[in-house]
C-alpha cells in the first residue's frame, strides 16, 4: 500500500516509501529463529506498519512520525501498539515502552535522504528535531546510531549498501559499527521499489546485525560476502579498484598550465559515472587535470563507462572495477575505442588505431573475464 497520502517532496524527506511484502516476508524469515514470548519487536519509522504484521507472540511497538499513517496502521492491526512520535528525538527505552531487561529487535525500512546526493536535491530537507548523538547528513544512518542507543539485541533493516561499502560513510557509524556485527546481508536493487523504478537503481542490502562487542572494523565488510539471487555472492575483495591507478577528484590548486593539457571529470562510484562526462576538453571546478603519466588508466575508465550495461545493480556504488594485467594485455583495444569516441585525443597516443571488430571482440573477453558470474 502506497502512502498515497503524503505529497512528493514530503515522501522523499520523511523516507515513506512502500516496501514489497515479499522483502518484507524475507526480513521476518531473516529475524524467526530469534523471537520468544518476552522479545520486544519494534519498528521506529513504520508507516503503514507492513513490517509488524507477522510479530508472532511478541511485543510489538510501531512509532513513526506522521500522524495520518500512525492512524492508518492502527486500523490494520490491534495487537500492534501504535504512536505517533519523532522517532530520532529524545531516544531511551523509556520513551518507546520497552522493557529494560526485555531482549530488543528492531525491524523496518527506516528513511534514507542523503541531503549532500544530487538526486532530488532541490526538495530535501529536514525540519524536525533529532538528538545530537543520531545528527547526520543521512537520516538512514541516524537511525542506525538510533538502535544502538536503544541498546537492540538484533536489528534486520533496509538500507543502502553504501552506508557499509564506501570508507567515508562507513566511519560515520563508528558509534553503531563498535558494537554490532553483520552476520547477513542480502542486495536488493532499489528498482523494486515502486517510487524508485524510474531512477538509476542502487543496492539496498536488507542487513541483520547482531549486537556484539567485538564488532566490526571495515576490513571485516570487505571481506564479507553478501547474499545475491541467483548468485555465489558478492565480496568487495575479490576486485582490484581504479582508485590506486588515477585522481578521482580535483586537487587543490591544480590548475591547467599548458595548452594541451587534458582534463576528465570527476569520479564518485559507477553510478555517478552513468550520468557523469569522462574526458573534456576545457577546464572547469569539476574536472580533474590529468597527469599523463596515468593517461592509459582514464582511457580505461571511459571505456568502462560504455560497458556499464554488463554490470549487476549491485556495483553501483563501487568504484570501478579493473585488472590491470588483463588491462595491460588488451590496452590497444581500449585506446583505439576512446580515440573513436574522443578524435581530439589521437595525438597523445602513438599507436594505430585497430579495427572496430577487433576492439569490440577484445572488449567483450576482458569484461567477462573481469566479471565472470557477475557479467550480465
Known amino acids: 500500500m502506497s502512502q498515497a497520502h503524503l505529497a ?67 486500523e490494520s492491526s490491534n495487537r500492534v501498539r501504535f504512536f505517533q512520535t519523532n522517532a530520532l528525538h529524545n531516544v531511551s527505552r523509556t520513551k518507546f515502552g520497552i522493557p529494560e531487561q526485555s531482549d530488543l529487535i528492531v525491524v523496518g525500512n527506516p528513511p534514507y535522504n542523503d541531503k549532500t546526493s544530487l538526486i532530488r536535491q532541490s526538495i530535501k530537507s529536514v525540519d524536525f528535531e533529532i538528538d ?34 564506501k570508507p567515508t560513510n562507513f566511519r560515520l557509524l563508528k558509534a553503531f559499527t563498535a558494537n554490532y556485527r553483520l552476520i547477513e546481508g542480502l ?15 542502487f543496492p539496498i542490502v536488507l542487513a541483520l546485525y547482531q549486537r556484539d562487542a567485538q564488532g566490526m572494523a571495515y576490513s571485516f565488510i570487505r571481506s564479507f560476502r553478501f547474499r545475491v539471487t541467483d548468485k555465489n555472492g558478492f565480496c568487495l575483495d575479490e576486485f582490484d579498484y581504479i582508485t590506486g591507478y588515477l585522481d578521482k577528484y580535483p586537487k587543490k590548486k591544480n590548475q591547467p598550465r599548458y595548452d594541451d593539457t587534458l582534463f576528465f571529470w570527476t569520479m ?25 603519466r596515468k593517461l592509459d588508466y ?27 594485467e588483463l588491462f595491460r594485455q588488451y590496452k590497444s583495444a581500449f585506446i583505439s575505442d576512446t580515440i573513436s569516441h574522443h578524435p581530439f585525443l589521437k595525438k597523445h597516443f602513438q599507436i594505430k588505431p585497430l579495427e572496430k571488430q577487433r576492439v569490440e571482440s577484445e572488449l567483450d573477453m576482458y569484461f567477462k573475464a573481469l566479471l565472470g558470474e557477475h557479467h550480465v
Open 8 to 74: 512528493y517532496e514530503s515522501r522523499v524527506n520523511l523516507g515513506s516509501y512502500y516496501t514489497p511484502p515479499e522483502i518484507v516476508g524475507t526480513a521476518w524469515k531473516m529475524i524467526a529463529p530469534y523471537v520468544r514470548s518476552q522479545t520486544t519487536v519494534i519498528d521506529s519509522a513504520c508507516g503503514y506498519g507492513d513490517f509488524l504484521k507477522h510479530c508472532g507472540q511478541a511485543m510489538t511497538i510501531g512509532c513513526d512520525i506522521d500522524e495520518t499513517a500512525i492512524d492508518v496502521a492502527k
Open 132 to 165: 545530537d548523538d543520531l545528527a547526520c547528513r543521512d537520516l538512514g544512518i541516524s537511525f542506525l546510531r538510533s538502535y544502538n542507543k536503544l541498546r537492540a539485541d538484533l536489528i534486520c533493516v533496509l538500507h543502502p549498501l553504501s552506508y557499509l561499502i
Open 187 to 201: 542486495l536488493i536493487s532499489s528498482g523494486e521499489f515502486p517510487e524508485s523504478v524510474k531512477h538509476t537503481p
Open 268 to 292: 564518485r562510484d559507477i553510478n555517478a559515472l552513468k550520468r557523469n562526462r569522462t574526458f573534456v576538453e576545457s577546464y572547469s571546478a569539476n574536472t580533474i587535470v590529468l597527469d599523463r
Open 298 to 324: 582514464y582511457v580505461y575508465v571511459d571505456v568502462f563507462k560504455r560497458n556499464l550495461h554488463r554490470l549487476p545493480f549491485y556495483f553501483g556504488n563501487c568504484d570501478v572495477l579493473i585488472d590491470d
